[in-house]
């Protein structure tokens, strides 16, 4: 006998229950954390003993290498990061010594696995101007009658929308792919200044300006036209931001938003579906997010500390970080450590140099200073809390928080300013993982609950 007893429920009746829904969820669905233990498993895809990711596939498109293998055993080493098997440190010098941008370059390289001769940059350059536009109506009818809070979900709302103005979406031919994918590489910038005008409208009450891009332009200078009033800029200004996007073009096949990019191609679905989901991965704190972090513990710092230039007051700064009684009380002093990376990490050190130069001309090198201070005395505040001698030292999110802040880009366009360069290597990574199709990516999960018997409702 079906049993209806439905009635009106007030908010804060419904919140209630909802409350009491999610402590049986935290009773019913935590699992004895020994466990893990006892049946070896990898959690976050990691060795337990060392650390190191599990091997779950190979790719030809980007790598990181941050130690030597020396008589059998892993020894540190200065950072590199490899683009289809060439040094990025090389890959800057050549655009920076030529005094050219280099992401169209990166992107060429990423994805067609070579360099490109002049004529063929010449060409992609102009088949990305090409892409760099919208459908008819879709600032007015997707973004700005729905205007989001959050950049990354209207960025992901977007793209997903841009499903319906696709002739052929669901073909996942490699030729209909690429053209999905550089459509997306040369769209997503836009999406993402677009949304941002658009919510600071809407929520800031600001005034709105949508500005049309210049085909003439790279992807850096267009930002930053399309971002400002005037559309002014320096070309120091575009020059770095350019050196962003390369350097957040990509980072091997491993990383999480990378990862959920070959999983999901892996079952076949459309191309803005795959980006979606990388999207929504990247969003999160432990990923994208971590230089808005990054920015507002210094903020934080600035407010905090009187002397800039005082290694004790910065220290015991820091110790207040590490021993989770000030900023966010995580724990952590953010853009300090990476997951592979010990010595160093190679995208820092590119960003370091060209963050001076802006600082400079922004008249803002006492900041850069604070910023150089952190960075030497935080790897061994880091080791002597957790008393071991592993090393840290500065990621790529801890200079470009600050290089986004000179730039007057807000904290809301930093995380798709990072989905804007990752599009490069989520497209080359999609292709690749289509190209090489093998098996749907289904990894193994052991049930470890008891057995029970079901209970007539009558019964319980």
């Not at 540190?76 to 289809?84: A, D, H, M, N």
């Amino acid at each position: 006998m079906l049993i209806k007893n439905y009635a009106n429920m007030s908010e804060e009746a419904l919140t209630l229950q909802i409350n009491k829904y999610a402590d049986r969820c935290i009773t019913n669905s935590r699992i004895d954390t020994s466990l893990y233990d006892t049946y070896d498993v990898k959690r976050g895809l990691r060795d337990r003993a060392t650390g190191k990711g599990v091997l779950t596939g190979l790719t030809e498109i980007g790598d990181v290498h941050s130690f030597d293998i020396i008589d059998g055993k892993s020894v540190p080493c200065e950072g590199k990061l490899y683009y289809r098997g060439i040094d990025i440190e090389e890959i800057v010098k050549g655009f920076l010594g030529e005094d050219r941008f280099g992401f169209e370059e990166t992107t060429y390289l990423l994805i067609f696995g070579e360099l490109p001769t002049p004529k063929r940059l010449r060409n992609f350059n102009q088949v990305l101007a090409q892409y760099r536009t919208l459908p008819p109506s879709f600032v007015r009818d997707i973004i700005m009658k729905a205007p989001g809070r959050d950049m990354m979900n209207l960025l992901a709302r977007c793209v997903l929308t841009l499903y319906a103005w696709d002739d052929n979406p669901d073909d996942i031919s490699i030729s209909n792919v690429l053209r999905q994918s550089l459509s997306l590489i040369a769209r997503v910038p836009l999406i993402s200044v677009y949304g941002y005008q658009v919510h600071t409208h809407y929520h800031g009450g600001e005034d709105l300006h949508i500005i049309n891009p210049d085909i003439n332009l790279s992807t850096a200078e267009n930002i930053l036209r399309l971002l400002r009033p005037d559309g002014v800029y320096t070309p120091l200004e575009a020059k770095l931001l350019d050196l962003c996007l390369v350097l957040h073009a990509e980072h091997g096949g491993g990383n999480n938003s990378t990862f959920t990019n070959h999983v999901v191609s892996s079952s076949g679905t459309d191309t803005y579906s795959a980006v979606a989901a990388s999207l929504g991965s990247l969003k999160g704190p432990k990923h994208g997010g971590a230089n808005i972090k990054v920015k507002q513990m210094f903020d934080h710092m600035k407010e905090t500390v009187d002397n800039w230039n005082s290694d004790l007051e910065i220290s015991n700064y820091l110790q207040g970080i590490v021993d989770k009684k000030i900023f966010d009380k995580s724990g952590l002093i953010y853009g300090i450590g990476h997951a592979v990376y010990a010595i160093s990490d190679p995208r820092a050190k590119l960003l370091k140099n060209l963050t001076k130069s802006l600082a400079e001309e922004k008249d803002r090198m006492d900041e850069f200073q604070l910023y150089e201070n952190v960075e030497r005395l935080a790897p061994a505040i880091i080791s002597k809390q957790h008393k071991r001698n592993k090393l840290v030292s500065a990621n790529v999110d801890f200079y470009s928080g600050f290089v986004y802040s000179m730039l007057g880009l807000p904290d809301a366009l930093y995380t798709p300013m990072f989905a804007s360069a990752r599009m490069a290597g989520w497209s080359a990574h999609r292709i690749e993982e289509l190209i090489n199709a093998g098996k749907i990516i289904r990894p193994a999960y052991k049930n470890v609950a008891k057995k029970q018997d079901y209970i007539p409702l009558d019964q319980r």
